[in-house]
């Protein structure tokens, strides 16, 4: 009840906005992008680190449709690693604050901005008419497209985010086909992950599953205490390594899964998101939430098996072949709720769902142990 009234009274704020914003509209000048025109693009992405993971595709459309042109990416200090060795983005500047953004961007002489936030909100469209670029393009919501002079694509239902973003840049006429996410390692990284993980004791020749038992909102976890037992199962019934991968914020979810293995699991935390990127890369499979690891883990090509909550679907889910998103739909769904006092979306799914289409993907992975198949199509979804 509570969800359905808060959805209402954001469609009346939505609508209300529109109409106070309908004047700019109607005044508002839509440019025609010439050719050869754009010699400096700014990338807005400055967010979390699966939204930059699942933008990846857009900077090699950016680079073949605008060779010539100087392509900035708008980072935030939580995910501008992610970018690090793309050879596509020229300079990766890290967001911090309004103030230093308006002195430092609007100095470089952007010939177009880009926001790609799928999002009601209009503080991101404000940074690209800030920006002081010529054009600017982002999704058209709720009249945040005031800010914008180059006409763009409606937000449509049943997309994947990745879908979204090619679709937005489409309209300046780019080339997007067999654009799909990618990062970038360099050869010192994955000799870094080799000896890194030796030295922990794990020998990679033999099948390793990396878990992730985080994620950014609570919401989007699923009980530490059944990470646990499955890590548990995993390594007793399917003889496999599990590395347990943490950041800073969930020595709690360590500790319970720590109690329920002991020295059964490999323990990696307080790394860095390039470090992970590097472990990432040594591993078989992903077991984990909806959250940034799932979709580093989907780009570099490891098979998945993750669960979703309140997330929107298909939105948010690893792309790509060979996952497995584990998912339970209600009433509620999805409510996209960073707190819930019921959580049940999550707690419905059980330790046989997770295992189950645990051996599911190590079936398939141990009949093609000797290469991984790439990534290229959407997930499939079990909803029950």
């Known amino acids: 009840m509570q969800y359905h ?7 009346i704020y939505l609508r209300i906005r529109k109409v106070l914003l309908f004047p700019f509209l109607i005044l508002r000048r839509i440019e025609a992008l010439e050719e050869g025109e754009i010699k400096s693009i700014l990338f807005l ?75 009601y909100e209009l ?30 694509p409606k937000l449509q239902p049943a997309k ?28 010192e990284e994955v000799q870094w992950a080799s000896s890194f993980l030796l030295n922990k004791g794990i020998d990679t020749s033999k099948l390793t599953i ?10 989007q976890k699923w ?32 500790d319970r899964i720590k109690q329920i293995c002991g020295s059964d699991v490999f323990i990696i935390s307080n790394i860095s998101i390039r470090q992970v990127m590097a472990v990432l890369a040594r591993c078989d499979l992903f077991l984990g939430n909806n959250s940034g690891p799932l979709h580093i883990a989907a780009a570099l090509g490891l098979p998945t098996v993750s669960t979703m909550g309140p997330t929107v679907t298909p939105l948010w889910l690893p792309y790509g072949e060979n996952h497995i998103v584990l998912r339970k739909e209600l009433d509620c769904s999805p409510c996209t709720k960073g707190v819930c006092g019921d959580h049940s979306c999550m707690n419905l799914i059980t330790i046989s769902d997770v295992f189950e289409a645990l051996k599911s993907q190590i079936t398939r992975i141990r009949s093609q142990r000797k290469g991984r198949v790439a990534a290229h199509k959407r997930a499939k979804t079990i909803t029950t």
């Not at 449709?65 to 990416?73: G, H, K």
């Not at 940074?127 to 006409?151: C, D, M, P, T, V």
Request: charged share 30%; hydrophobic share 40%; with cysteine.
């Open 223 to 254: 009980p530490s205490e059944r990470v646990g037992l499955v890590a548990k199962k995993i390594v007793e019934e399917l003889k496999a390594n599990v590395i347990i991968l943490a950041g800073p914020d969930e020595k709690a979810i360590l």
């Open 45 to 119: 992405r400055h967010d979390r680190v699966g939204d930059m993971v699942l933008s990846t595709p857009v900077f090699k459309a950016l680079k073949r449709s605008f060779p010539d042109a100087r392509l900035t990416v708008l980072a935030s200090e939580r995910n501008w690693e992610v970018i690090k060795n793309n050879s596509n983005i020229d300079e990766t500047v890290v967001y911090r604050g309004l103030y230093r953004f308006i002195k430092e961007m609007r100095n470089k002489g952007f010939d177009l901005t880009i926001d790609p936030f799928n999002t």
């Open 123 to 152: 503080k991101q469209a404000l940074l690209s008419y800030l920006s002081g670029a010529r054009y600017r393009i982002g999704f058209e919501q709720a009249g945040r497209e005031i800010f914008f002079n180059i006409k763009g």
């Open 5 to 11: 009234l808060k959805h209402t009274l954001k469609e």
């Open 210 to 219: 990396a878990i992730h038992p985080g994620g950014h909102y609570e919401t």
């Open 160 to 187: 994947h985010l990745v879908e979204h973003i090619l679709d937005l840049v489409g309209y300046l006429r780019c080339d997007v086909n067999g654009c799909e996410p990618e990062l970038f390692l360099a050869d």
